[in-house]
């Protein structure tokens, strides 16, 4: 059974090893340990598959990351962790790259648009950032 509860100081190391298998550049541990409050995982049989991370800026939620890990892909982990957060009444936003086709896809089922772009956004090969938004008045 998949649950998904905040993430516990014993939940970091192995939520920054899926951190390492999911992103080019992936965030420093430490960062996680800053932002521990604003993170969810996800766990089936006590293991950790997946989290995502949510903090507010000027009243709005901003979807700061999110991933599975890469053998628990596709079982549908990523949209219950984004349900979890997610609600009727908020505006949400994130950047995600223009080539992540899975994540895009993902934040569509949703209701996120695309509603800008963030060029050369991403250090590493400087690929451009979309900006979606998720906007209950629209
Ligand atoms: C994006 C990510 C979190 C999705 O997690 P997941 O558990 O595999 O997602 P789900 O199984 O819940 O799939 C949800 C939807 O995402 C989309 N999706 C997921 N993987 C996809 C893929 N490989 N290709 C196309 N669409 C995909 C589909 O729309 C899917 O819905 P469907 O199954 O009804 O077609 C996961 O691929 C991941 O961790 N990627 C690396 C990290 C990352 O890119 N994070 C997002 C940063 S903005």
């Not at 993902?106 to 590493?124: C, H, I, M, P």
């Amino acid at each position: 059974m998949l649950t998904i509860s905040p993430m516990l100081d014993s939940d970091i190391a192995t939520v920054f090893a899926i951190e390492k298998g999911s992103f080019v550049v992936p965030k420093p541990e430490q960062i996680f340990r800053d932002d521990e409050k604003k993170y969810l995982v996800a766990k089936e049989a006590d293991k950790i598959v997946g989290y995502i991370g949510i903090e507010d800026i000027a009243g709005e939620k901003h979807v700061i990351n999110m991933a599975v890990h890469p053998d628990c892909r596709r079982k549908g982990i990523g949209k219950s962790l984004i349900e979890k957060v997610i609600n009727s009444n908020d505006v949400f936003f994130l950047e995600v790259r223009v080539s992540n086709l899975a994540a895009r896809n993902l934040y569509e089922q949703y209701g996120f648009k695309n509603v800008g772009l963030r060029k050369n956004y991403y250090q590493d090969n400087r690929e451009d950032a979309i900006i979606m938004r998720k906007d209950p008045n629209e």
